[in-house]
């Protein structure tokens, strides 16, 4: 059920972009507010108390997911697979936000340039230089490739349902309520533990994805650094996604909207390196 409900809710997420519109994360947010407010005090604000936040989450999302299991022959249980897979990624598409950005680029309207770029990078962190603009962009996809896809795509996998909501919840804790504190330390960590495997198997698939030698040297002198934490699997994402380009990640190989249209293939690539891996895992299952 995993290989077809990843399919189908890919598919989904691509054919159907008016499906991003009803990935509002508000009424999540709300509970967590709701809780802290009546749970506050040092006993809630470690690593415990985040985990007890968000248990009734997670809990609600196995119940469901055992309940549909075998209605209607397994076809509610899969509907409920995609739901959740779906609602899960993004919450904005990766590859239109790209389209966006590279029709802005050609369109030579700096404004326009700036407003899609802050799809992907935060507003004061875009460069005024277009060709520097688009490195930043390329780079930005291959990072946000991880945290819109590969991460959720990842858990998913592994735990059904249960690991998207677990990744997404987590996510958007970190984006949204990583105050500084013990609470928003506790965020931070269990962010960095989520996101440490899938996206260092999404840097080993851009290296198979794209130019293997180079994405190796950028893989050994991201680790010479020590990453540390959630930004520092983040800077191995970018330097060896570079490496995998065959460009420098500050300057060298193609610039503008083919090294940013580049980095997109070269995710694409690897989507389906990781789907034939899955599949090749299902059929495994399904043959012991």
């Known amino acids: 059920m995993t290989l077809i409900s990843a399919l189908l809710g890919i598919a989904a997420d691509r054919l159907l972009p008016q499906l991003h519109e009803y990935?509002?994360?508000?009424?999540?947010?709300?509970?967590?507010?709701?809780?802290?407010?009546?749970?506050?005090?040092?006993?809630?604000?470690?690593?415990?108390?985040?985990?007890?936040?968000?248990?009734?989450v997670w809990t609600a999302v196995v119940l469901v997911q055992s309940w549909t299991s075998d209605w209607l022959f397994g076809l509610v249980g899969l509907l409920f697979y995609v739901v959740v897979l779906v609602y899960c990624l993004g919450p904005r598409d990766l590859g239109a936000d790209v389209d966006t950005y590279c029709q802005a680029h050609e369109s030579g309207d700096s404004g326009l340039q700036q407003r899609a770029a802050a799809f992907?990078?935060?507003?004061?962190?875009?460069?005024?230089?277009?060709?520097?603009?688009?490195?930043?962009?390329?780079?930005?996809v291959l990072v946000e490739a991880n945290d819109r896809l590969f991460a959720v795509l990842?858990?998913?996998?592994?735990?059904?349902?249960?690991?998207?909501?677990?990744y997404r919840s987590v996510a958007v804790?970190?984006?949204q309520r990583r105050d500084p504190g013990e609470f928003g330390d506790s965020i931070a960590w269990l962010n960095s533990a989520l996101v440490?495997?899938?996206?260092?198997?999404?840097?080993?698939?851009?290296?198979?994805?794209?130019?293997?030698?180079?994405?190796?040297?950028g893989w050994r002198e991201a680790h010479r650094r020590l990453p540390q934490g959630s930004e520092g699997t983040?800077?191995?994402?970018?330097?060896?996604?570079?490496?995998?380009?065959?460009?420098?990640?500050?300057?060298?190989?193609?610039?503008?909207v083919p090294r940013?249209?580049?980095?997109?293939?070269?995710?694409?690539?690897?989507?389906?390196?990781?789907?034939?891996?899955?599949?090749?895992f299902t059929l495994a299952g399904w043959a012991s």
């Open 120 to 140: 992907f990078l935060s507003d004061d962190a875009v460069a005024d230089d277009p060709e520097q603009r688009a490195q930043q962009v390329s780079t930005a």
């Open 173 to 175: 804790l970190y984006q």
């Open 196 to 217: 440490w495997l899938p996206a260092r198997l999404l840097a080993f698939g851009y290296a198979l994805s794209g130019h293997f030698d180079a994405a190796v040297d």
């Open 260 to 280: 940013v249209r580049a980095a997109m293939r070269l995710v694409w690539r690897t989507l389906a390196i990781w789907l034939v891996v899955i599949a090749l």
């Open 23 to 56: 990935r509002r994360y508000a009424p999540f947010l709300a509970y967590v507010d709701w809780v802290r407010e009546r749970l506050s005090g040092p006993a809630w604000e470690h690593i415990g108390g985040l985990l007890l936040l968000l248990l009734p």
């Open 234 to 256: 983040l800077d191995v994402l970018a330097v060896t996604g570079a490496g995998a380009l065959g460009v420098d990640s500050e300057t060298a190989g193609p610039n503008g």
């Open 154 to 166: 990842f858990w998913f996998a592994l735990l059904g349902p249960l690991g998207a909501v677990l």
